[in-house]
């Protein structure tokens, strides 16, 4: 795909995601990882109104080289990237469902999306909380890449889902998986839930080689 190609996707589900309220506002971020750097949304900037000429083009080494400013998120982004050779986009939103379960105190810190669905498992695997820290501030970093060569996807404490994905159509499906099923979750607590058990689980990773 060209790099311009690259953009115009971006655009389309950035358009997407804002428009069906998964993330509000000027929240969330994009990015995709190029042969000759990377691509991100501006700081600042909405996800349902973004302009493929403007797009923040960064060098291999992260140093912003074209377009409007990047998100102030680099550091979540460059934690995936570094750790996960093989992701070649980052998607982090504000969605609702997600957000909330992030801000619970009661969650699995080391997996807050129970197995609730067969499509959260084998799109996002588990999910783990990374402990807050300020939006943008360098700390999530390490925070991040202890926990990212094993774990496509965080809940950020009290701020929102981050996926990985192969490619950026690959990371969008993941991350709204990881809202349906935080959804679910929400909507069914104090419910008698049947989960996936173990043996549900290793049955989906013999076919479709979960991580």
């Not at 999306?113 to 996002?124: D, F, H, N, Q």
């Not at 925070?143 to 192969?166: F, S, T, Y």
């Not at 069914?188 to 990773?205: F, H, Q, S, W, Y």
Request: charged share 20%.
């Amino acid at each position: 795909m060209s790099e311009q190609a690259i953009r115009e996707n971006m655009v389309k589900w950035g358009r997407s995601l804002f428009e069906r309220g998964l993330t509000a506002g000027s929240s969330g971020n994009i990015s995709v990882r190029l042969d000759d750097g990377y691509l991100m949304t501006p700081t600042n900037s909405c996800l349902g109104f973004l302009d493929p000429a403007t797009l923040s083009k960064l060098d291999p080494q992260g140093r912003h080289v074209s377009g409007d400013a990047p998100t102030k998120e680099l550091p979540l982004h460059f934690a995936f990237y570094e750790q996960r050779p093989a992701s070649k986009a980052v998607v982090h939103l504000h969605s609702t469902y997600a957000t909330a379960l992030s801000c619970l105190s009661d969650v699995d810190p080391a997996d807050a999306i129970p197995p609730i669905t067969p499509y959260v498992v084998m799109r996002a695997g588990r999910v783990p909380v990374v402990p807050y820290t300020r939006p943008g501030a360098a700390e999530v970093k390490p925070l991040i890449a202890a926990l990212a060569a094993e774990h496509a996807a965080v809940l950020l404490q009290n701020h929102g889902p981050v996926v990985a994905g192969a490619t950026l159509d690959a990371a969008v499906f993941a991350i709204e998986e990881v809202e349906e099923a935080a959804k679910l979750a929400i909507i069914t607590r104090g419910m008698p839930v049947r989960l996936l058990d173990e043996a549900a689980i290793a049955d989906l990773d013999r076919h479709f080689k979960l991580r």
